[in-house]
């Protein structure tokens, strides 16, 4: 098992940054892959970014390319995920997940352990 509590989440003008982090607890975090998806009000979540075990592998949805950079401190069981140049767009509900491999994934089916999730606002 592994729990997963998001944080850093909050109202932020467009152009602006946040950075949210995601702390695990559980099973080694050092073994697994992990992601970040988003929910936006009336749509589907989505995937974000994802990073493989040990960091050297990572990937991004087309829509948050060169803006949106994912991270993780596997001596703090830490991933983060660095947002600049927000958009409203980019306003939603952020999830961090974590799969049952080393390898990174990208869809939803992939992942086995979800956190609460962490509201992020980008106003115009």
């Known amino acids: 098992q592994v729990q997963l509590v998001e944080s850093g989440g909050g109202l932020v003008q467009a152009g602006g940054s946040l950075r949210l982090s995601c702390a695990a607890s559980?099973?080694?975090?050092?073994?697994?892959?992990m992601g970040w998806f988003r929910q936006a009000p009336g749509k589907e979540r989505q995937f974000v970014a994802a990073?493989?075990?040990?960091?050297?592998?990572?990937d991004y949805a087309d829509s948050v390319k060169g803006r949106f950079t994912i991270s993780r401190d596997n001596a703090k069981n830490t991933m983060y995920l660095q947002m600049n140049s927000l958009k409203p767009d980019d306003t939603a509900v952020y999830y961090c997940?974590?799969?049952?491999?080393?390898?990174?994934?990208?869809?939803?089916?992939?992942?086995?352990?979800w956190g609460q999730g962490t509201p992020v606002t980008v106003s115009s």
């Open positions: 997940a974590a799969r049952n491999s080393r390898v990174l994934g990208s869809s939803l089916h992939e992942y086995n352990y």
């Open positions: 559980g099973r080694t975090f050092s073994s697994i892959a």
């Open positions: 990073i493989s075990w040990s960091g050297n592998s990572r």
